[in-house]
Every structure is written in C-alpha cells, then in structure tokens.
C-alpha cells in the first residue's frame, strides 16, 4: 500500500480520519520494529515516535495533536502485541519476514471469538444521532486566497483586499491559490476555527482579509454548496452495518488490550 497516498486521500475526507489511524499500524512495522531484550517488554523508542509523526505530517500536513500522537502511538503497540502473540502462536511458520502477514493471522483469531450483540431500531436509531457528523454532508466551500508576497501587515492586507475590490489602490504583488469543495471540519483543520466560521459569513464574490492561525489571509469565497441533513430511514442497513464494523472494532480492540496485559510497555524520550 501507498501509504502516503492513503494520508492524502484521508486528508481529503475527515471521516476518513478515524479509520486511517487504525490502518497506519500496518504501514509503519517494516521500519518500527520494537527491541526485544525482554520478550515480555514493550519499548515505544524515540524512532518510534519520531516515524508515526514524520508519516503522518506527510499525509496529513499539518503537526499531530498530542491526541493524534496518542492513537498512533496505541495503535503501534496494539499491533507489537498482535505479532508478538501471533509468534507464541507459531504463526509465523512459512511467514518469518513477512509481519503484516503473521500480525493478521493473530488478529483474525483474536476476533473469531468475538460475538456481536443485537441491537434494536430505538437503540440503533440513537447511535445513528450521536454520530450524525459521519452521516450528514457538510456545507462545502469553493475559495480562493491571495497569498502576498511581500508587506503581510494587517493594514496592508486590508487595503490590498479592497485594491482587489475595486476601492483602493496596492501595488501588493501575490500567488493565486484555488480550493474546491472544502467541508468546514478541514477549514478548522487547516485554517483555524475562527477562519472556517468567518468564511461561512462573507458575501460571495467579494474579497476580504480573514483572520486565521496563521494570521490573516486575503480570501474570496466562490461559491458555498449547502449540506444535506441524513435521514436515519433512508440509510436503516448501511447504518447497521456501521454498527457492526464499529461494535467488532471496539471489541477488538478490547481483546488486544487484554493481551497487552502480559507486557510491560515502556515509552522512552520525549514524544516529538
């Protein structure tokens, strides 16, 4: 798998964030592999560290919270712990260089002895609304932004905004940079909460300094394509199914850690 292509594309899709921390594991052993002086030690090292970060800034573009440093970081054990039970196991008889292989085959044990509960509509309905955020489609923004090249103060900025308006006059020289379809999950992300929430309230077509965590940026929105609000009767099966890809996950994740009590994890150095 590509896995910088796979950051990108999570990139993309905020939704997609969630799943995309739980399949970096899988990407990251060939070069992440723990040492072992003591079988029953976890060492999470500065490499470790070092190399979930370094991935996930090249997918993602931006720094991880500690948040995210935390699940990349669970994650990893979660698949030394799978592989290091998968060895017990002696599942690695014709698979010795191949760990992703022997990590699946300890995982698939570990969720054959899992079973789902039932679930009824009220009950399945009520998880649907708590998680409206992956079903509802967001307001998307089409914008552009005028990155100055030179004197970047408020005031200047300003001024070339209304130049670009027709009601001053700048000799502020910028790039044009075009974004299309953008939900306000990776405005946040991107630009700040303070810019997503401005950028819903300008008047299309017209261009405008917006404050950002950057600072301001001269922007000029597009066009601005409303959401759709989903609804639960419409979507009664792939809801379902969510719930079960969902339930399974936790569950899993549930055995693994159970496992995990046998060793003893350690983190060394400071996280990056």
């Given at each position: 798998m590509d896995l910088s292509n796979a950051l990108k594309r999570a990139a993309r899709e905020p939704l997609l964030h969630f799943l995309f921390l739980g399949l970096l594991l899988f990407g990251v052993d060939h070069v992440l592999n723990a040492r072992r002086e003591d079988p029953q030690t976890i060492v999470v090292g500065a490499d470790v560290q070092k190399e979930v970060r370094e991935i996930f800034v090249a997918g993602m573009q931006r720094e991880?919270?500690?948040?995210?440093?935390?699940?990349?970081?669970?994650?990893?054990?979660?698949?030394?712990?799978?592989?290091?039970?998968?060895?017990?196991?002696?599942?690695?008889?014709?698979?010795?260089?191949?760990?992703?292989?022997?990590?699946?085959?300890?995982?698939s044990i570990a969720r054959s002895g899992i079973t789902l509960p039932t679930i009824d509509e009220p009950t399945l309905r009520a998880w649907f609304e708590a998680?409206?955020?992956?079903?509802?489609?967001?307001?998307?923004?089409?914008?552009?932004?005028?990155?100055?090249?030179?004197?970047?103060?408020?005031?200047?900025?300003?001024?070339?905004?209304?130049?670009?308006?027709?009601?001053?006059?700048?000799?502020?020289?910028?790039?044009?940079?075009?974004?299309?379809?953008?939900?306000?999950?990776?405005?946040?992300?991107?630009?700040?909460?303070?810019?997503a929430d401005k950028l819903a309230q300008l008047k299309v077509g017209e261009w405008q300094a917006v404050p950002s965590s950057a600072g301001l940026r001269v922007v000029r929105v597009e066009a601005i394509k409303p959401?759709?609000?989903?609804?639960?009767?419409?979507?009664?099966?792939?809801?379902?199914?969510?719930?079960?890809?969902?339930?399974?996950?936790?569950?899993?994740?549930?055995?693994?850690?159970?496992?995990?009590?046998?060793?003893?994890?350690?983190t060394e150095g400071a996280k990056p």
């Open positions: 991880p919270s500690p948040g995210d440093m935390q699940k990349l970081i669970d994650r990893w054990v979660d698949n030394e712990v799978l592989y290091r039970e998968g060895l017990s196991l002696g599942l690695d008889r014709g698979d010795s260089t191949i760990r992703e292989r022997v990590i699946f085959k300890a995982m998680r409206r955020d992956r079903y509802d489609t967001p307001a998307r923004y089409d914008f552009m932004e005028a990155v100055v090249i030179g004197d970047s103060t408020p005031e200047a900025l300003e001024t070339f905004a209304a130049a670009l308006n027709g009601t001053a006059k700048s000799d502020t020289q910028s790039d044009l940079r075009v974004f299309k379809d953008r939900p306000h999950t990776n405005l946040v992300e991107s630009y700040g909460s303070d810019f959401g759709a609000t989903a609804k639960f009767e419409d979507m009664k099966d792939s809801v379902h199914q969510d719930w079960k890809d969902d339930t399974m996950a936790q569950r899993t994740s549930d055995a693994v850690h159970e496992m995990s009590k046998k060793y003893a994890i350690r």
